[in-house]
């Protein structure tokens, strides 16, 4: 009941930003299938290769919104994202991007926990915060989201994940225990740059909030006018 209570509270979240749940459906089995609109361009990966080699960082800025209204509606309940990466930005067809699966990772993955006993901390390790990683107990946050957002915007701007010269696991969990960051792109925009930099800190209470980072993008007037070839 829980997870279906917290699962309703995401279908009422409403932004042009945010992937919004249509609706649930509930006879596949004991975990319900979510149900939401399809976006033919797909995740923004997809949308790079597919569409266009050419990016602007308002897509980014459309994330960094999206991030701003859930943290702001959902503040005090406990409920992040837990998987920031590309595959979860979807493009529309009008080139809007939109941040999808919201808290569902978490709260599915916390709900199989209760039957399996296993760890509490799921998510796509490349874009993992460090002290996931590397602290016995620590949960999703406000902050641990940033760090990932700060290794999307990597991502995306170099066509390649995150630690990308780390071959396996145990490599990235080194290099994040020697607190290395992740390599930025040549590519980056000074002011993307500088916003990744505070995204990407260790020191977990000084990594920005998700208005903080919208506040220092640049209009969508001024950055439609930017464009970058990637890859």
């Not at 595959?87 to 067809?93: K, P």
């Not at 920005?208 to 990637?230: E, G, H, N, Q, T």
Request: glycine share 6%.
């Amino acid at each position: 009941q829980r997870l279906r209570r917290e699962i309703y509270i995401w279908k009422r979240l409403v932004h042009p930003n945010v992937h919004q749940l249509c609706g649930l459906y509930e006879t596949l089995g004991p975990l319900p299938a979510l149900v939401s609109e399809w976006h033919e361009r797909g995740d923004i990966k997809q949308y790079l290769d597919t569409w266009t080699r050419l990016l602007t960082p308002v897509q980014i800025l459309d994330v960094a919104q999206g991030l701003e209204y859930c943290e702001s509606i959902l503040h005090g309940r406990e409920i992040v994202h837990g998987d920031i990466k590309g595959a979860n930005v979807l493009i529309s067809n009008d080139g809007v991007a939109r941040l999808s699966d919201f808290g569902f990772s978490v709260l599915l993955a916390n709900y199989s926990q209760s039957l399996t006993q296993t760890s509490n901390i799921h998510g796509t390790y490349r874009w993992m915060a460090p002290e996931l990683v590397l602290e016995e107990g620590a949960r999703h946050s406000y902050a641990s989201d940033i760090w990932a957002f700060g290794c999307l915007i990597i991502e995306v701007y170099s066509g390649q994940v995150p630690y990308h010269t780390r071959r396996n696991h145990l490599q990235v969990v080194t290099a994040l225990a020697r607190s290395e960051p992740p390599p930025l792109p040549s590519a980056l925009p000074a002011f993307l740059m500088a916003i990744v930099l505070e995204c990407c800190t260790f020191v977990v209470e000084e990594r920005p909030a998700a208005s903080y980072i919208v506040a220092c993008i640049p209009p969508k007037a001024v950055l439609s006018r930017i464009s970058f070839m990637v890859r």
